[in-house]
């Protein structure tokens, strides 16, 4: 079992920076393969980032790759998502999740995760 708890949220201005977290607490964090999802009011949640076990391994939706960067702090039981250039679009409440203890299929579909954490609102705005 593993908790998670994402912060770092807020009010964000088009091409600016903002980091979100995500604390693990529970089992072995470094067990785990870690994603963020958003969803968007009256959409559906969709996959914006994912990394493997220990970081060799990441992968981005096309429409934050290149702004977007995921990353995991295995010591401080944290995954990160460092959005530079936010749009408008980007606009969602942000989920991390976490897969099963050493599997996962697939990163890229919310099926994939078994656990998830409350989320953060993220509004990308001037």
């Known amino acids: 079992q593993v908790q998670l708890v994402e912060s770092g949220g807020g009010l964000v201005q088009p091409g600016g920076s903002l980091r979100l977290s995500c604390a693990a607490s529970g089992r072995t964090f470094s067990s785990y393969a870690m994603g963020w999802f958003r969803q968007a009011p009256g959409k559906e949640r969709e996959f914006v980032s994912a990394?493997?076990?220990?970081?060799?391994?990441?992968y981005y939706a096309d429409t934050v790759k290149g702004r977007f960067t995921i990353s995991r702090d295995n010591a401080k039981n944290t995954l990160y998502l460092h959005m530079n250039s936010p749009k408008p679009e980007d606009t969602a409440v942000y989920y991390c999740?976490?897969?099963?203890?050493?599997?996962?299929?697939?990163?890229?579909?919310?099926?994939?995760?078994?656990?998830w954490g409350q989320g953060t609102q993220v509004t990308v705005s001037s």
């Open positions: 990394i493997s076990w220990i970081g060799g391994s990441t």
């Open positions: 999740a976490a897969s099963s203890p050493y599997y996962i299929q697939y990163y890229t579909g919310t099926g994939d995760y078994d656990y």
